[in-house]
Nanobody, 124 residues
Framework: VQLQASGGGLVQAGGSLRLSCAAS????????VGWFRQAPGKEREAVSYISSSGDTIVYADSVKGRFTASRDNAKNTVYLQMNSLKPEDTAVYYC??????????????????WGQGTLVTVSS
């Protein structure tokens, strides 16, 4: 089982990045997915929740209107398009998967598979 996150990097404020998370080793479309992030010295926080079908997507208030999450079950991949990036978006971003087919999963403890994280650094 693997969740491989990629796409992080250094970007100036106002710029964009697209994160990808490729899943393998489990039936991806039976799982809800979440994007989380953890900034230095801070607790992990949720960025977005995506249902197994991708029909329901929820965003944290801090990223609403700037980030767009999506998934392609045919490619076993989930994406996070990040626009209008701010220095406060600097964090390690993680994707995670929870075995649930009927909506989004908001409880971090329900996520059973976690990616290794990809670092996003936004300079001012």
């Amino acid at each position: 089982v693997q969740l491989q996150a990629s796409g992080g990097g250094l970007v100036q404020a106002g710029g964009s990045l697209r994160l990808s998370c490729a899943a393998s080793g489990f039936t991806f479309d039976d799982y809800a997915v979440g994007w989380f992030r953890q900034a230095p010295g801070k607790e992990r926080e949720a960025v977005s929740y995506i249902s197994s079908s991708g029909d329901t997507i929820v965003y944290a208030d801090s990223v609403k209107g700037r980030f767009t999450a999506s998934r392609d079950n045919a490619k076993n991949t989930v994406y996070l398009q990040m626009n209008s990036l701010k220095p406060e978006d600097t964090a390690v971003y993680y994707c995670a998967a929870a075995p649930f087919r009927f909506g989004v999963v908001v409880a971090p403890d329900e996520y059973v598979y976690w990616g290794q994280g990809t670092l996003v650094t936004v300079s001012s």
